[in-house]
């Protein structure tokens, strides 16, 4: 078993449950495996509660620059959830140093060269590395892989779908992820659309339509 310690880039999501529910639930999901630990939380407004769950330090919370969090002790895997146009940076700085792996929220990156520059750092780093398309491992999707792989629903020629939700429904909403200089301009394809391009084209894949 490989024991993994993680770091975790995070910035202010928009989110005012983020303190209570978000970020315990993503330690909670990080722990289950039983062979990692979060070893400290890097936000732009860490609150109360952001870094209390049990086994996350307070001591851990460094409030130095963020270039320096990857260097703390035992850490072997960053994870960067920041906003997207911090990904980037935050990507290349992890994959010019080649210590510790990677995780990156989607998107990468906010540009299609900033996306080729991160590729080839990464493959000189030869660290593992990886982007967080994780709805492909959702077991509905997984079912309904594997009946494109069974040939259960015939021939498919087109795939088409929807990603429906409402927390932006008032006008007066307002969330990092609408300002094209944070989020990029691509606005809903950038964000959760990505989401859907990837669980898309994984089913794709598995009919065949994808080459």
Known sequence: ??????????????????NRVYWP???EALRRPGNVSVVA????????????????????????AWRHYWRIRDCRVVHNCTPNHL????NRQVLRAGVVWLFSEKPLCM?????RELAALAEQAGVVHGVSFVYRQFAMVQQAASMVRAG??????????????????LETDYNWRVDPA?????RAVADIGSHWGATRCSLLLESGLWR
């Open 1 to 18: 078993m490989i024991s993994l310690r993680v770091m975790r880039y995070v910035n202010d999501s928009g989110w005012h449950y983020r």
């Open 25 to 27: 639930a993503h330690i």
């Open 41 to 64: 939380l890097c936000d732009s407004s860490l609150g109360e509660g952001a870094g209390e769950s049990p086994g996350v330090k307070r001591s851990a919370r460094l409030r130095q």
């Open 87 to 90: 990904h980037a940076d935050i």
């Open 111 to 115: 540009t299609p060269d900033e996306a």
């Open 152 to 169: 259960s629903v015939g021939r498919q020629f087109s795939v088409q779908g929807s990603y429906l939700q409402d927390w932006m429904l």
């Open 182 to 186: 944070l989020g990029g301009s691509s």
